[in-house]
């Protein structure tokens, strides 16, 4: 997405933005708005009455809890907007296969 090295990976130097997910807790969602926490926050709508498996229980911005047990801990405007490189189909395939040597001809 034209975000690497600085979102998308754990290493040395990227931002330590990471979301567990209890893989096993079930919830229904929310439908009061001021409980969605999400720029695309009326994507929830469409699961409205559904139970989901999977929740995430903590989030860190940063290498800071931000979100702990469903409860937002976290300053607002903690978040940092971060632009995107140019965005091609190429550089996924870079970085998920071993095809190196004939994506450079791409470029």
Do not use: C
């Amino acid at each position: 997405m034209g975000i690497l090295p600085q979102k998308g990976i754990i290493s040395v130097g990227s931002d330590a933005d990471i979301a567990i997910v209890d893989l096993n807790k079930k919830q229904v969602p929310s439908t009061d708005p001021k409980e969605i926490y999400s720029a695309a926050g009326s994507n929830v709508y469409g699961f409205l009455g559904w139970e989901l498996k999977g929740w995430p229980v903590l989030t860190m911005v940063r290498g800071n809890i931000v979100m702990e047990d469903g409860k937002v801990i976290g300053k607002e405007g903690t978040g940092k907007y971060i632009k995107r490189k140019l965005f091609r189909f190429a550089n996924v395939i870079r970085y998920n296969s071993n095809i190196d040597k004939h994506i450079e001809r791409l470029w």
